[in-house]
């Protein structure tokens, strides 16, 4: 069996040690730098204030930006409490978003049809329901020429012991599938290399609740780069409101559908990869939406294509074609 890793963006992020992005923080000296090093809230809202920077420097264009900066630096390294530290970092991010357009701006991928056609469907949904969700593979999949996976539905109540397969594989880090799918399975509790086994009755409820948050489940078995010919995805997909877009997760299953395939990862969800065809070519879409706390939400959403090209060995390759940005401090 051919294994492919792939780096799945975001996971990283949340399975390794807090790091902030404007420094490092092997090297923290002050005391506000080690308060953020310290705390994941505060690393994330450091990164989300670097990005907030760079993108206004290139859209200002001028040194006022990098004054007040300065000034601000000044006043968040005067705090000494964890509290002090996040206001200063959420009143900064709003300053430097407040003056920018809510539409969603194309920050590359100029020159692509694919890119300027999805650039300007989003926008042209955001005038037309300002205030709900934007769910970008949605109106992505309207394009001409786009084809999504096919996806083949099951049902919960049939096939109830798949989908607790499924259920055991999205709650072992995917370092125990392995072990974790073998026969006998491991007891209950046991810890194995990165997560613990879980006990029946917690998949008997995880498949419970499936049924009464009305998810659907599907299958995908065709072929896609760094998957085997007989390789079937199974793919759980929670429905959509009126403010939240349609939730998606998946994972690649060897062909008899027994365990995962081992040492590949692959989830489809807000947070990451939505597969996709265009011109004979394998494409997946990235959807994101940085927040900050929970008293101010969500400071932007961004969207990124990412054409998939494989070598010889079939090992997967992204390669990033566009990225939009929107801000929603405006909402």
Not at 94 to 113: H, N
Not at 207 to 222: G, P, S, T
Not at 289 to 297: K, M, Q, V
Request: hydrophobic share 35%; charged share 25%.
């Amino acid at each position: 069996m051919k294994k492919a890793m792939w780096i799945v963006l975001g996971w990283l992020a949340l399975n390794g040690a807090v790091q902030a992005a404007s420094f490092d923080c092997a090297k923290a000296q002050s005391k506000v730098e080690k308060l953020i090093c310290a705390d994941a809230e505060l690393s994330k809202l450091d990164e989300d204030l670097a990005a907030a920077y760079v993108a206004a420097i290139k859209d200002a264009g001028n040194a006022g930006v990098r004054q007040t900066q300065k000034q601000w630096a000044a006043q968040r390294n005067s705090c000494t409490e964890v509290v002090c530290v996040k206001d200063a970092y959420v009143k900064r991010i709003a300053e430097l978003l407040s003056d920018k357009p809510s539409g969603y701006r194309m920050l590359q991928g100029q020159g692509y049809t694919l890119c300027e056609t999805m650039f300007k469907r989003m926008n042209e949904e955001l005038a037309g329901k300002p205030n709900g969700p934007m769910c970008g593979y949605e109106i992505l999949r309207s394009i001409p020429g786009v084809r999504a996976p096919n996806w083949v539905k099951l049902d919960l109540q049939e096939h109830k012991e798949l989908y607790k397969r499924y259920a055991l594989a999205r709650r072992l880090n995917d370092k125990d599938w392995e072990a974790g799918f073998a026969e006998p399975p491991p007891n209950a509790g046991q810890r194995l290399i990165a997560s613990f086994m879980p006990p029946e009755e917690m998949l008997e409820r995880d498949w419970q609740e499936a049924i009464e948050q009305k998810v659907e489940f599907y299958k995908w078995a065709d072929a896609w780069p760094a998957q085997e010919d007989t390789d079937v995805m199974l793919i759980h997909t929670r429905p959509g409101t009126e403010k939240y877009c349609t939730y998606s997760s998946a994972i690649l299953f060897e062909g008899d559908l027994k365990k995962p395939r081992t040492g590949f990862l692959w989830w489809l969800s807000l947070s990451s990869q939505l597969p996709f065809d265009f011109g004979g070519r394998h494409y997946q879409m990235r959807e994101t939406a940085y927040s900050t706390d929970g008293r101010t939400g969500p400071i932007s959403e961004e969207l990124s294509i990412n054409w998939v090209s494989e070598d010889k060995r079939r090992e997967p390759v992204q390669i990033n074609i566009c990225h939009v940005r929107r801000n929603l401090t405006s909402k």
